[in-house]
């Protein structure tokens, strides 16, 4: 009997060890340990044996049923390892097909180089104010230091709507109402749409948009200007960016300045985009003239202030590289497409 | 303003500088130079040779073999040029030099052109002979060039001597950008003044001497200023016998530098001291003057004067006018008459070097459609203390080019002699402004170098009238700051107190908007803010409606940016049309503009703007993606209940049976639908288009960013699908508004999960399936309290028509 038990042990796991299907294991189990299973009946068959040698033998088909089990166990698991792996190899993908995408939109990249500068002034603490498109001359003009019949009214043609009420030719007006509101200190920028009655080409538009900074506190200096330039050229344009400072003339700001910044394409050695200079000019700027203080109710023996005024359209232009300014209102989609 | 190096070299002798440092310098110290051309750029190896022999070309009727004596040899030259004779001394370029460009006068080509030596039809040649063209002039710089052939030089001319040097070519012309503050530098003496303190260079200005002959102007006639608001000073005077001829070669370049064409040498003369000074004459011819006077006066109302272009003029009494004794013989500061210009018959003429109001001169110029050389200096502003010097400086140089014989004595109107103004110079205060510490005196010496005198006792700084622009602390300020170098400012910080940085709550939520339609896969446009009125037509929006009434620019580009937009539909349409028309598949734009609209026409006050979320699109996706945007956006910003939508008719650029009002509760907030065909096809748009317009100022105030956890359910749901057969007529709006006024206070939310008209459901009707969810906060609903619920649902459906579908 015992050899028998050994026959059955052996034939057993060399079944298992065969196998290679997780039913074809099933099978085996219940071949051998089933309820009428050959070691089920092999136990049966126990109570021919006498006393002493019962508990004996049934120690031993016990073992060889823990083996078997044993045995059926590690199969089976090595058997589930080898279908997954299986199943793997017959999962692969072409990871090279086109993605599904939920074809997201794209900002105007008048908007993107706002955002930039927002970004950028917002951070050194300045406010974002709004003013009307639409605005009255003295806002435009004669609050500006432009009074009746100056020669820069007629530069920056004009549209009229009456002779009070025009189309703003710049962001500038945004100043005035702010130091009006007699909160002080002020600083703030202003970005807005502007219109001056140029015809539609490559470089020109009819309407545009502006950017107007204004700080107005006391002991504010040209120097303070200067430094608060020089970090804004660099956070837009990169952090090797220099900025040159060129007397100018506004008639807001007393002194006035245009500020140029090492060209980012060539770094200053000179290119196509620099015309060979090294350098692009970016804004206008000044110290608020004392004239336009004192009109707004602000003492200039007290307090001091700059301002300036950006393109967008000319950021956008210059850090896209976009060569036709039309193409910034036609809102092709392939244009688009690319910001 | 143009003007070469050599003539501010003239008044700064000690000027020794490249271009580009002349450039870089001028510029920093706010003369800002646009651009030079240097004359001598792609001259090279050009001298002056002799022609010793002319022989025939044995191969070419056309061409000639010239032996040409270049000093240390004699070179054989081909050319085909018609008027080179023996003994002649023209400009010959050499093996390997290069001249400017080609001999027809076209544009001159970047880099010059290279001569090489080479065989012409068989017979060598070893250089070549130029025109004045080929050396990069003009025959308006030297007058005496051939109309077509070589430039003959001089008989003095050295052979062998260099060619550039011998025609004054090593020089440049500048262009300047001048700011319209600085009156004084529109002419060679203000901006020579400039050079001469950026360089520290000695400015010597041209000596004027006192001239005429022992004759009194005054025995002559007479001048009498009428209007003296408008001609604050007249000075005049006389020369006789005069002689025209051609002005010499260096008054001539120095014109044609400038860009002025000499002409005789009054003339030039003239416009030698404009350019000088930056005052403009006239002359008269005396012969033509009657009554022995000039009286300056306005214009009669209806008066007609013909100016010397021979037009005729309708003048008011804006306008200034120059009479003599019985008519009119000028429009002041602008052109003189045809009935007293100088003609090649002169011998007697009047001088005027007069300072006129410049505002007055540039209305007048601009109502009379008129500008002028003259006008332009004048509508500047010019400084009244000047026109003496001038018109003294114009009769030196007659009497020094034996043009004609000036008579003594000058006639000077000037009842308000300029003064100079006086500015306290507070050395702390410009300090503070700039933030610097440049020492009192250091800002003296800036003062000097510009004539700005100082008088120690009042502690005044004394502005010569020359610079009108100078009038504060701020301006003096510049002065120190532009010669002290805008470069050496320190760079700092604004200190003081802190502010927070930040975008108005408008600005967030239009940031969101542009955040959710890009997500929601639209692009940003921007579109004018000016349209045709005709795109109301082409909107098909009746005559009567409140959007025609528009704001009108008075001087637009033309029709078709003539009003301010009253809707953002126009901008959006156009902006797809130009899409579909370029073949692109799809578009989904959005834009953020204002719209304009008066309260009251024509305008007295400034007008609403409304800040307009437009949505367009046609291509892919319909009415409901739209829908999707607008109820994301929404979401996103806080407005939580439900919007609702009204079938309208009321749009007529819309399709009547697609188009919704947005409502929010009782509030309209925009509109959405279908582009009517009719619009469509107007735009030239192939496709079904749909918009959708959000009002943000009725947007804004229902937007808020607070938000309030209410707890995740801890209880189950249970649902109920609800399918129906519903007539055609009525909306699933409608079958909503039902369940939740009955749902009861279990009620979670419903959701369509099914739609279907056709061939299984009977004609006019559609089947329309929802599922919806109850749920308690505090406990397990049991089925009794759902199927309450339920019952009074399908009830109140039944009310409206509908039956469960079996």
Redesign the interface.
């Known amino acids: 009997m015992e050899k028998k038990l050994k026959e059955l042990k052996e034939e057993a796991l060399k079944q298992i060890e065969a196998s290679q299907a997780l039913d074809k294991l099933n099978e085996i189990r219940v071949a051998y340990l089933g309820k009428k299973g050959e070691l089920t009946v092999l136990l049966k068959s126990m109570k021919e044996l006498s006393n002493e040698e019962r508990p004996k033998f049934g120690q031993l088909v016990n073992d060889v049923r823990k083996t078997i089990e044993e045995k059926l166990e590690e199969s089976k698991t090595r058997l589930a390892l080898a279908i997954r792996e299986e199943q793997l190899k017959n999962e692969v993908i072409d990871v090279t097909l086109p993605a599904k995408k939920?074809?997201?939109?794209?900002?105007?990249p008048?908007?993107i180089a706002l955002e930039e500068v927002?970004r950028i002034?917002?951070?050194?603490?300045?406010?974002?104010?709004?003013g009307?498109?639409?605005?009255?001359d003295y806002y435009n003009f004669e609050a500006l230091n432009i009074p009746a019949?100056h020669?820069?009214k007629?530069?920056q043609d004009t549209?009229?709507?009456?002779n009070k009420?025009l189309?703003r030719t710049q962001t500038s007006p945004v100043q005035v109402r702010e130091m009006e509101k007699g909160k002080l200190?002020i600083?703030m920028i202003a970005p807005g749409?502007v219109?001056r009655?140029d015809?539609v080409d490559a470089t020109h538009s009819?309407?545009f948009h502006q950017i107007e900074g204004l700080?107005i506190?006391?002991?504010?200096?040209?120097?303070?200007l200067?430094?608060?330039l020089?970090?804004f050229a660099k956070e837009l344009f990169g952090p090797q960016t220099k900025v040159?400072?060129?007397?100018?003339?506004f008639?807001f700001t007393?002194?006035?300045?245009?500020v140029d910044v090492t060209c980012f394409k060539c770094g200053g050695k000179g290119c196509r985009m620099c015309k060979g200079s090294g350098w692009i000019e970016i804004l206008g700027c000044g110290?608020v003239?004392?004239h336009v203080l004192e009109m707004s109710g602000i003492d200039p023996k007290e307090y001091?202030g700059f301002a300036f005024g950006v393109g967008l359209e000319r950021i956008a232009l210059l850090k896209y590289e976009i060569d036709d300014m039309r193409l910034?209102?036609?809102?092709?989609?392939?244009f688009?497409?690319q910001f | 303003m143009n003007t070469p190096l050599s003539w501010i070299k003239a008044y700064v002798p000690g000027l020794q500088v490249t271009e580009q440092d002349y450039t870089d310098a001028m510029?920093?110290?706010?003369t800002?130079v646009e651009g030079f051309v240097k004359f001598d750029k792609n001259l090279d190896k050009i001298v002056v040779g002799q022609i010793e022999k002319i022989e025939k070309h044995p191969n070419a009727d056309k061409l000639v073999v010239c032996q040409v004596n270049i000093g240390k040899e004699t070179i054989q030259i081909v050319t085909g040029a018609p008027n080179v004779k023996e003994g002649q001394k023209v400009p010959v370029v050499l093996d390997g030099g290069k001249v400017a460009g080609g001999h027809d006068g076209s544009p001159l080509p970047e880099d010059g052109i290279k001569i090489k030596k080479g065989k012409l039809r068989g017979v060598e040649s070893f250089g070549m002979m130029c025109s004045i063209e080929e050396l990069g002039a003009s025959k308006e710089m030297y007058l005496d060039a051939p109309e077509d052939g070589i430039y003959i030089l001089k008989d003095d001319a050295v052979v062998g001597s260099d060619v550039v040097e011998v025609l004054g070519l090593h020089d440049a012309v500048f262009e300047y950008e001048i700011?319209?503050?600085?009156v004084d530098c529109y002419s060679v003496l203000g901006i020579a003044r400039e050079a001469a303190a950026t360089f520290h260079q000695k400015f010597v200005p041209p000596v004027v001497v006192s001239t005429g002959n022992k004759e009194d102007i005054h025995d002559f006639i007479s001048v009498e200023v009428a209007d003296s608001d408008l001609c604050p000073r007249y000075c005049a005077r006389m020369v006789k016998n005069i002689k025209l001829a051609p002005s010499p070669e260096w008054m001539q370049r120095r014109l044609a530098a400038c860009g002025i064409r000499p002409i005789n040498n009054i003339v030039d003369i003239t416009n030698y001291v404009m350019e000088e000074y930056g005052q403009p004459m006239h002359a008269y011819d005396m012969a033509t003057l009657e009554g022995k006077k000039i009286v300056v006066s306005r214009a009669e109302e209806g008066e007609e004067f013909q100016t010397l272009d021979g037009q005729i003029r309708k003048l008011d009494p804006s306008i200034l006018m120059i009479r003599d004794g019985v008519k009119a013989v000028g429009i002041a500061g602008i052109m003189g008459g045809e009935n007293s210009k100088i003609t090649d018959e002169v011998t007697d003429m009047l001088f005027e070097a007069a300072c006129f109001d410049?505002?007055n001169i540039?209305?007048s110029a601009?109502k009379l459609g008129l500008r002028t050389e003259a006008s332009g200096k004048f509508?500047?502003g010019l400084d009244p203390n000047q026109a003496e010097q001038a018109i003294n400086r114009a009769c030196q140089l007659i009497e020094e080019l034996g043009a004609g014989e000036v008579v003594g004595g000058i006639i000077d109107q000037y009842e308000n002699p300029r003064k100079p103004k006086r500015i306290v110079l507070e050395a702390d205060r410009i300090n503070?402004?700039?933030?610097?510490c440049i020492a009192k005196q250091e800002m003296l010496e800036i003062f000097a170098k510009l004539e700005l005198e100082y008088n120690a006792d009042t502690e005044e700084v004394i502005v010569p009238t020359f610079r009108q622009?100078l009038e504060?602390?701020?301006?003096l300020?510049?002065e120190v700051?532009?010669f002290y170098g805008?470069?050496k400012?320190?760079?700092?910080?604004?200190?003081?107190?802190?502010?927070?940085?930040?975008?108005?709550f408008?600005?967030r939520i239009e940031e969101i908007a542009?955040d959710i339609?890009?997500?929601?896969?639209?692009?940003?446009?921007?579109?004018?803010?000016?349209e045709s009125p005709k795109v109301y037509d082409k909107l098909l929006i009746p005559q009567d409606s409140i959007l025609r009434q528009a704001?009108?620019?008075?001087?637009?580009?033309g029709e078709d940016?003539s009003i301010?937009r009253t809707t953002s539909l126009n901008g959006m349409l156009s902006?797809l049309s130009?899409?579909y028309n370029?073949r692109?598949k799809?578009?989904?734009?959005?834009e953020l503009g204002?719209i304009?609209l008066p309260k009251k026409l024509?305008?007295e006050e400034?007008?609403e703007?409304r800040m307009q979320f437009t949505l367009g699109m046609y291509g892919d996706g319909d009415f409901y993606t739209m829908k999707g945007v607008v109820e994301e956006f929404l979401e996103k910003i806080g407005i939580t209940q439900k919007i609702s939508y009204h079938p309208e008719e009321k749009k007529p650029f819309l399709h009547p049976g697609r188009q919704a009002e947005i409502c929010y509760k009782k509030t309209v907030i925009g509109y959405i639908g279908e582009v009517h065909p009719q619009v469509a096809d107007q735009y030239e748009i192939g496709e079904r288009t749909y918009l959708a317009v959000l009002d943000m100022p009725s947007v804004l105030p229902l937007a808020t960013f607070e938000r309030r956890y209410t707890g995740i359910a801890k209880y189950p749901a249970v649902m109920r699908d609800i399918s129906m057969v519903v007539p055609k007529g009525i909306l699933v709006g409608q079958i909503e508004e039902v369940i939740e006024a009955k749902g009861g206070q279990y009620l979670e939310s419903y959701a369509l999960f099914d739609i279907y008209e056709g061939s299984q459901i009977m004609a006019g009707f559609k089947s329309v399936a929802y599922s919806i969810v109850f749920r308690a906060n505090d406990k397990t609903l049991e089925d009794k309290e759902v199927n309450e619920a339920m019952e009074r649902i399908i009830k109140a459906l039944k009310g409206i028509g509908i039956e469960l579908r079996q």
Not at chain 1, 254 to 258: D, H, K, L, Y
Not at chain 1, 328 to 334: G, Q, S, V, W
């Open positions: 939920n074809n997201v939109g794209h900002r105007h008048n908007t927002e002034f917002i951070g050194m603490g300045y406010e974002v104010v709004e009307p498109d639409i605005e009255y019949n020669p820069a007629d530069e549209f009229y709507i009456n009420i189309l200190p600083r749409r219109f009655s015809e009819p309407s700080v506190d006391k002991e504010i200096t040209f120097a303070d200067k430094g608060t020089a970090e040159k400072f060129r007397p100018h003339h008639p007393e002194p006035s300045a245009e110290m003239h004392p001091s910034l209102y036609e809102n092709d989609m392939r688009l497409k | 510029t920093l110290s706010g800002k700011t319209s503050n600085r410049g505002t540039r209305l601009k509508e500047k503070q402004l700039l933030g610097t622009d504060c602390m701020a301006d300020a510049e700051a532009r805008y470069d400012i320190p760079t700092t910080l604004p200190t003081g107190e802190a502010t927070t940085g930040k975008l108005s408008k600005l542009r339609a890009e997500y929601c896969g639209f692009s940003q446009a921007m579109t004018y803010s000016f704001i009108t620019i008075m001087n637009p580009l940016f301010m902006s130009t899409n370029r692109n799809t578009a989904k734009l959005y204002n304009y024509p305008l400034l007008p703007e």
